[in-house]
């Protein structure tokens, strides 16, 4: 199936993962957002760009885990404040619920919003388990220390492993587990 480019969302889509001002184009095939929740696109008759991948020859990361929590503000407190991560943007609706966020770690990134607010990617998400990240972190006993210090909730402290990576694992709170560690996964040729 070919992604056809027709608009730009003048909002975030009701997935929460497309903003226009920071460059995101939705996906689209025939007149209709990939969330099928987006309303703003306007439709250029005549007018079709295939898209090609993001990430690819870019400094952007081509793979952004996505999740959607309870609380958002408390997963965002936690990963800020306890697992080192870097607020990028938080956009809260008019009732206070996070619609949609990015936070940055070194290169990488995970977006993430608030659960219930209705659209495909929620839908697709309810019910969901908790969902596994794996974070490159320089110094594993540094980023333990300050997660340990912030109350974390630590599976497997900072633990040499037989393939050479150093790592530990701790659950966020609402049950995600986030391993950090040495291993840093080359990009395939």
Same mark, same amino acid.
């Given at each position: 199936?070919?992604?056809?480019?027709?608009?730009?969302?003048?909002?975030?889509?009701?997935?929460?993962?497309?903003?226009?001002?920071?460059?995101?184009?939705?996906?689209?095939?025939?007149?209709?957002?990939?969330?099928?929740?987006?309303?703003?696109?306007?439709?250029?008759?005549?007018?079709?760009?295939?898209?090609? =991948?993001? *990430?690819? /020859?870019?400094?952007?990361?081509? %793979? !952004?885990?996505?999740?959607?929590? #309870?609380?958002?503000?408390? $997963?965002?407190?936690?990963?800020?404040?306890?697992?080192?991560?870097?607020?990028?943007?938080?956009?809260?609706?008019?009732?206070?619920?996070?619609?949609?966020?990015?936070?940055?770690?070194?290169?990488?990134?995970?977006?993430?919003?608030?659960?219930?607010?209705?659209?495909?990617?929620?839908?697709? =998400?309810? *019910?969901? /388990?908790?969902?596994?990240?794996? %974070? !490159?972190?320089?110094?594993?006993? #540094?980023?333990?220390?300050? $997660?340990?210090?912030?109350?974390?909730?630590?599976?497997?402290?900072?633990?040499?492993?037989?393939?050479?990576?150093?790592?530990?694992?701790?659950?966020?709170?609402?049950?995600?587990?986030?391993?950090?560690?040495?291993?840093?996964?080359?990009?395939?040729?």
């Amino acid at each position: 199936m070919r992604a056809i480019l027709t608009g730009r969302c003048k909002r975030f889509s009701a997935c929460g993962l497309l903003l226009a001002c920071s460059g995101f184009l939705p996906a689209v095939v025939g007149d209709r957002c990939h969330t099928g929740d987006c309303r703003d696109i306007p439709v250029r008759s005549g007018h079709e760009e295939v898209i090609t =991948m993001a *990430g690819t /020859g870019s400094s952007r990361p081509g %793979v !952004v885990p996505t999740l959607l929590y #309870a609380d958002a503000k408390a $997963a965002i407190r936690q990963l800020t404040e306890g697992l080192g991560f870097t607020e990028v943007s938080v956009y809260e609706g008019e009732d206070g619920t996070v619609e949609h966020a990015e936070l940055s770690y070194g290169n990488g990134m995970v977006m993430l919003g608030s659960k219930g607010r209705g659209g495909v990617f929620d839908t697709a =998400m309810k *019910g969901a /388990g908790p969902a596994g990240v794996y %974070v !490159v972190v320089d110094d594993v006993d #540094a980023h333990h220390r300050r $997660a340990v210090e912030q109350g974390v909730d630590i599976l497997m402290p900072p633990t040499d492993q037989d393939y050479g990576s150093r790592d530990y694992m701790a659950r966020d709170v609402e049950g995600n587990v986030w391993s950090f560690g040495t291993y840093a996964p080359e990009a395939g040729a």
